[in-house]
């Protein structure tokens, strides 16, 4: 695959009267007294000014004299990336496809820098992938979070959000995708394994390894919209997927809104993550597969009417036994969709959920021990449970007993468990008021995101 790289620029230089520039500076052609494709006069050109090279007045890749404005335009990119690169908050990048961070390559994002994605399915949907041994530096801010998004939202350089979309828009584009070399638990106890939403010949989307530290880059402060193509049937891109994530990698104050299916997926990895809120998505809210062993922290989740569990928790698939934990983790319901469950154990789950704060859901609604080995290992103390504060609990449904073999294929035989088993519930699950929870994480730490923008919590 082959990088290719369309810059389209607008209103870059504001020329005084008879400063020797047309408005087609940007043409390449000298036409009046430029200089190749320069604005001539007191403006400095600024068709090239992020290259790198002084190419006129500029300063370094700065865009010099007093009429200059900063440069501004689309640039398109797909294929592989195969040298360091910057990308700037004064251009929208476009992706085209699969755009991949190849090993051995840095890419650093500016603060406020837009990303859109294009429409497609299949081969040709379309994502940011950070290979194994590549590296992202993308690292917002507060004021200014870097935001993945679809082309089809009208949302501008310099602003943090667009007028024409709601969290109701999935499905517009693909995703992020950051692999690495840390382990995981795969079956037959292979060391890598192809991720999730990519074809299995582009080998850019394999994943795992020996390193439990090693280092994908910087992650922080970003909001990505919208996502979720379909790849293949039933199989459509996480809004991030981290596959094989060691804990030299930084990731925090994510957020994920109207993705079709997860919202964030763990694939194996030890990378520890926390401020991450996951908004309206169509399948699960947070995800976590293949022995991933860090810790989730401090994180929200928040359903809409066409979202399914809020946490979906399998286990190792190999004979590494990686164990998560959550620590302190609000989930929103919502009464009016058709799934809206807690929380999903299934396949082997092995880990500790701590301190979990629940409000919104339907009546119904229950956490689920998926089949006869998950709740063997609720018995054994292997999958832990404490300080769950719900409102609205009820014991009686909290844990529900699905009739499925060890594959999550239905059964007629029934699980056996200790009779102690809803009891030993009730020592961890306490009713409490809306708002009176002493656990669950802080808000407050989301006030820079799109979701708290548009009321979500």
């Given at each position: 695959m082959i990088l290719s790289t369309m810059i389209f620029f607008s209103a870059c230089c504001s020329e005084e009267p008879g400063s020797g520039a047309n408005a087609s500076c940007f043409n390449g052609i000298q036409d009046g007294d430029e200089t190749g494709v320069d604005c001539g006069g007191s403006c400095a050109p600024c068709a090239t000014c992020d290259d790198g090279i002084q190419n006129g007045g500029e300063t370094g890749v700065d865009c010099g004299g007093p009429d200059c404005e900063p440069c501004s335009g689309i640039v398109v990119k797909t294929g592989l990336i195969l040298s360091d690169e910057k990308w700037s908050a004064n251009n929208i990048y476009q992706l085209a496809g699969k755009v991949v961070v190849d090993d051995g390559v840095t890419l650093e994002i500016e603060p406020g820098t837009i990303i859109k994605g294009e429409r497609g399915i299949g081969s040709l949907a379309s994502a940011l992938i950070v290979a194994r041994g590549g590296t992202i530096m993308a690292m917002g801010t507060e004021e200014n979070p870097i935001v993945f998004t679809t082309i089809e939202d009208n949302i501008q350089v310099g602003q943090k959000a667009g007028t024409n979309l709601s969290e109701l828009d999935q499905g517009l584009w693909g995703g992020v995708l950051i692999l690495g070399y840390a382990p995981g638990s795969?079956?037959?106890?292979?060391?890598?394994?192809?991720?999730?939403?990519?074809?299995?010949?582009?080998?850019?989307?394999?994943?795992?390894?020996?390193?439990?530290?090693?280092?994908?880059?910087?992650?922080?402060?970003?909001?990505?919209?919208?996502?979720?193509?379909?790849?293949?049937?039933?199989?459509?891109?996480?809004?991030?997927?981290l596959g094989g994530v060691g804990t030299g990698t930084v990731i925090n104050n994510?957020?994920?809104?109207?993705?079709?299916?997860?919202?964030?997926?763990?694939?194996?990895?030890?990378?520890?993550?926390?401020?991450?809120?996951?908004?309206?998505?169509?399948?699960?809210?947070?995800?976590?597969?293949?022995?991933?062993?860090?810790?989730?922290?401090?994180?929200?989740?928040?359903?809409?009417?066409?979202?399914?569990?809020?946490?979906?928790?399998?286990g190792p698939e190999g004979s590494l036994n990686g164990e998560f934990t959550l620590n302190n983790i609000t989930l929103i319901?919502?009464?009016?969709?058709?799934?809206?469950?807690?929380?999903?154990?299934?396949?082997?789950?092995?880990?500790?959920?701590?301190?979990?704060?629940?409000?919104?859901?339907?009546?119904?609604?229950?956490?689920?021990?998926?089949?006869?080995?998950?709740?063997?290992?609720?018995?054994?103390?292997?999958?832990?449970?404490?300080?769950?504060?719900?409102?609205?609990?009820?014991?009686?449904?909290?844990?529900e007993k699905v009739a499925t073999d060890d594959n999550g294929d239905p059964t007629e035989e029934k699980i056996i468990l200790n009779p102690d088993f809803t009891s030993r519930a009730a020592d961890w699950t306490t009713q409490v008021e809306q708002g009176a929870n002493t656990v669950g994480a802080n808000l407050g730490d989301f006030n820079w995101t799109y979701a708290k923008g548009k009321g979500a919590f």
């Amino acid at each position: 695959m082959i990088l290719s790289t369309m810059i389209f620029f607008s209103a870059c230089c504001s020329e005084e009267p008879g400063s020797g520039a047309n408005a087609s500076c940007f043409n390449g052609i000298q036409d009046g007294d430029e200089t190749g494709v320069d604005c001539g006069g007191s403006c400095a050109p600024c068709a090239t000014c992020d290259d790198g090279i002084q190419n006129g007045g500029e300063t370094g890749v700065d865009c010099g004299g007093p009429d200059c404005e900063p440069c501004s335009g689309i640039v398109v990119k797909t294929g592989l990336i195969l040298s360091d690169e910057k990308w700037s908050a004064n251009n929208i990048y476009q992706l085209a496809g699969k755009v991949v961070v190849d090993d051995g390559v840095t890419l650093e994002i500016e603060p406020g820098t837009i990303i859109k994605g294009e429409r497609g399915i299949g081969s040709l949907a379309s994502a940011l992938i950070v290979a194994r041994g590549g590296t992202i530096m993308a690292m917002g801010t507060e004021e200014n979070p870097i935001v993945f998004t679809t082309i089809e939202d009208n949302i501008q350089v310099g602003q943090k959000a667009g007028t024409n979309l709601s969290e109701l828009d999935q499905g517009l584009w693909g995703g992020v995708l950051i692999l690495g070399y840390a382990p995981g638990s795969f079956r037959g106890d292979v060391k890598e394994v192809q991720i999730e939403g990519i074809p299995a010949g582009d080998t850019f989307g394999l994943y795992g390894g020996d390193d439990p530290e090693d280092n994908s880059g910087i992650f922080q402060y970003v909001s990505i919209r919208h996502g979720g193509a379909l790849i293949g049937e039933g199989n459509e891109i996480n809004g991030l997927t981290l596959g094989g994530v060691g804990t030299g990698t930084v990731i925090n104050n994510v957020e994920v809104v109207a993705n079709v299916d997860d919202g964030i997926e763990y694939f194996g990895g030890t990378v520890n993550t926390e401020n991450m809120l996951v908004w309206a998505q169509g399948d699960d809210g947070l995800d976590i597969d293949q022995g991933y062993a860090g810790t989730v922290s401090n994180s929200v989740v928040i359903l809409d009417v066409s979202s399914d569990h809020a946490l979906e928790i399998d286990g190792p698939e190999g004979s590494l036994n990686g164990e998560f934990t959550l620590n302190n983790i609000t989930l929103i319901g919502n009464a009016d969709t058709p799934g809206g469950e807690y929380a999903d154990y299934r396949s082997r789950a092995m880990g500790a959920s701590n301190g979990i704060y629940a409000y919104g859901f339907k009546d119904n609604s229950d956490v689920e021990l998926d089949n006869n080995q998950v709740a063997q290992n609720y018995l054994d103390g292997i999958l832990t449970f404490s300080n769950w504060e719900v409102v609205g609990f009820d014991n009686s449904i909290f844990l529900e007993k699905v009739a499925t073999d060890d594959n999550g294929d239905p059964t007629e035989e029934k699980i056996i468990l200790n009779p102690d088993f809803t009891s030993r519930a009730a020592d961890w699950t306490t009713q409490v008021e809306q708002g009176a929870n002493t656990v669950g994480a802080n808000l407050g730490d989301f006030n820079w995101t799109y979701a708290k923008g548009k009321g979500a919590f």
